[in-house]
């Protein structure tokens, strides 16, 4: 079979030389070295993709819902039926959904996305200019998509990227929106990582034992089907993902080409990361992980992608919202670099004692 691949370009690193001056810098701030902990890794990895040390304040962080509903959701996976969806999507568009909540008490504005949500027309032509079918496959039994869709979703993610780097942004949140979308999460996880079913099922929206169990096996099945492709990464969204999952995979990928940093949220944002870093390798250098959940597949992509969490709040909605909630310490990160004093410019003694490395 032909390869499905959509060709990115070679991914630049974030810089090395800005990289280093930021360390040197935080070396001379008011301050002991290595005592804002975190913080300080935080800033430099901004300042090294910014290319500038000290790094810019963000002033336009975008959240990106991609929104679809998944055929495996009618196997009964989800705590919710799969109408809510579009539901939600409503409650998104007029302000009302926790992601426009935090999202405004953090600086970032937040567009929608209707990739597959199982509607016969977007709320606004606007939302649906990408849309590529209503839901997908029961990807326990069949693809998820076509061949010509997976291609028409993975550059829905590109295109949305590059317009919004045209459009100024300068750091990006993936949101994902879809009853059901943490079971074929799992499974790009358990494929990618080599990790069995039960490993890698948790009770996403809530589910009870006996939902957990459907969700295993559907996971099961479908892992089956993943791993004949496995090799593949745009036929492995063909076959397990979803427009939704798809879109998001590109538009990762795409980021990273742009040169632009992105906050991963959870586990199905962390699934796309993962066959994004196989579309473009070197993209997760320009990642950095908002928070960690208690999905056994979330900690598993985390680690492969060898990304540590800012945050560990439990934040399971998706939406976007726990990698909103970890960007004010972004924010905060580039400032410390950018606004505090040196001991020259504050008049004040530095140690006496070189610092040493822990």
């Not at 990106?64 to 009964?76: L, N, W």
Request: proline fraction near 6%; charged fraction near 20%.
């Amino acid at each position: 079979m032909e390869p499905e691949n959509i060709e990115f370009p070679e991914i630049t690193p974030p810089d090395d030389h800005a990289r280093s001056a930021a360390i040197a810098l935080h070396d001379k701030l008011v301050k002991p070295a290595g005592s804002l902990g975190r913080l300080e890794e935080l800033g430099v990895w901004i300042a090294a993709c910014q290319g500038q040390s000290p790094p810019r304040p963000f002033t336009r962080p975008r959240v990106i819902v991609f929104a679809g509903d998944h055929g495996i959701a009618a196997k009964g996976v989800s705590a919710y039926p799969a109408e809510v969806t579009a539901q939600l999507l409503g409650t998104m568009l007029t302000g009302g959904a926790a992601i426009n909540v935090l999202a405004a008490a953090a600086g970032a504005s937040v567009r929608v996305v209707d990739m597959a949500v199982d509607t016969e027309a977007p709320a606004t032509r606007s939302i649906g200019e990408y849309k590529v079918r209503r839901g997908s496959g029961s990807i326990d039994v069949e693809d998820a998509l076509t061949a010509d869709e997976v291609k028409a979703a993975v550059r829905a993610g590109v295109a949305i990227a590059d317009a919004e780097v045209d459009g100024g942004a300068d750091l990006l949140i993936p949101g994902d929106l879809g009853i059901g979308n943490s079971t074929p999460a799992s499974v790009l996880v358990a494929a990618l990582t080599g990790t069995e079913p039960v490993a890698v099922v948790g009770r996403g929206s809530g589910i009870d034992d006996e939902a957990w169990m459907r969700k295993a096996a559907a996971v099961r099945d479908a892992l089956r089907r993943a791993r004949a492709v496995l090799a593949d990464p745009v036929a492995l969204l063909r076959t397990t993902a979803g427009a939704d999952i798809a879109a998001m995979a590109g538009f990762l990928a795409q980021a990273a080409a742009r040169r632009t940093p992105v906050v991963l949220d959870g586990l199905v944002a962390c699934a796309a990361a993962l066959v994004a870093e196989d579309l473009a390798p070197g993209a997760r250098r320009w990642w950095v992980a908002g928070q960690r959940t208690a999905e056994p597949a979330h900690s598993l992509a985390l680690e492969h992608l060898d990304l540590g969490p800012l945050l560990e709040l439990d934040v399971r909605l998706g939406e976007g919202t726990g990698a909103v909630t970890a960007l004010p310490l972004l924010m905060m990160a580039a400032r410390v670099l950018a606004e505090t004093a040196t001991h020259e410019q504050a008049g004040v003694s530095g140690p006496v004692i070189p610092a040493t490395a822990t």
